[in-house]
């Protein structure tokens, strides 16, 4: 069975940090690259961070760099997002994605999964 599970989210004041975790299975998580996403009520999804399957390359959206760190570990299939200094607009549901591309004949196929997200609150 193919998961994708966040955990991690929480309550927090300003100021404090938490470390959401993405963990997958049923599927081979090093060859995907993840993201993380998340959703403000009465906004749309957006981007947070992403990692590519190596672990090598990330990227950040700009209202969180310096302030959101993300790493994996593909020995536990396991992507981290350290969030520091947070504040109350980044109150959101987090969703982890999977994202795999595979080019065959000079066709691309995409293989993508979400999980079911994680309620991260920062109190002002």
């Known amino acids: 069975q193919l998961l994708l599970v966040e955990s991690g989210g929480g309550l927090v004041q300003a100021g404090g940090s938490l470390r959401l975790s993405c963990v997958g299975s049923?599927?081979?998580?090093?060859?995907?690259?993840i993201g993380w996403f998340r959703q403000a009520p009465g906004k749309e999804r957006e981007g947070v961070s992403c990692?590519?399957?190596?672990?090598?390359?990330?990227n950040y959206a700009d209202s969180v760099k310096g302030r959101f760190t993300i790493s994996r570990d593909n020995a536990k299939n396991t992507v981290y997002l350290q969030m520091n200094s947070l504040k109350p607009e980044d109150t959101a549901v987090y969703y982890c994605?999977?994202?795999?591309?595979?080019?065959?004949?000079?066709?691309?196929?995409?293989?993508?999964?979400w999980g079911q997200g994680t309620q991260v609150t920062v109190s002002s």
């Open positions: 049923g599927f081979k998580f090093r060859y995907y690259s």
């Open positions: 990692i590519s399957d190596s672990g090598r390359s990330s």
């Open positions: 994605r999977a994202v795999l591309e595979i080019y065959s004949w000079g066709v691309k196929s995409t293989r993508m999964y």
